[in-house]
């Protein structure tokens, strides 16, 4: 999906990593939540609270995920986060993202 309709975007970013990492919220008709963001090279950690789609659309990052091994994700890829785990991200080129909450 290229575009969204019909939806709220807070004006807020949300700011990780000394802002290496950004994202803005956007709310759907529904109460549905994404978040779409950028990451800049860089290792990091997050944790889980739902289960997440991860969706790279551009850039290039190796991802570990719980119970995995190491794998590379290439624009366009995505990937499942499950809830309540952590996950690490080794972002190698800058990474253009949607996450959604599922």
Do not use: H
């Not at 549905?32 to 990451?39: A, C, E, Y």
């Not at 499942?80 to 952590?86: C, K, T, W």
Request: charged share 20%.
């Amino acid at each position: 999906m290229t575009q969204f309709k019909n939806v709220a975007i807070d004006v807020n970013a949300n700011i990780y990593f000394d802002g290496k990492v950004t994202s803005r919220t956007v709310t759907f008709e529904d109460g549905s939540t994404k978040t779409l963001g950028v990451m800049l090279p860089g290792d990091y950690e997050f944790n889980t609270a739902a289960k997440e789609l991860m969706e790279i659309n551009a850039g290039e990052l190796t991802v570990l995920l719980p119970d995995s091994e190491w794998q590379t994700i290439v624009a366009p890829d995505s990937f499942y986060v499950p809830a309540n785990a952590s996950f690490k991200l080794k972002v190698t080129k800058t990474a253009d993202y949607c996450c959604s909450y599922l």
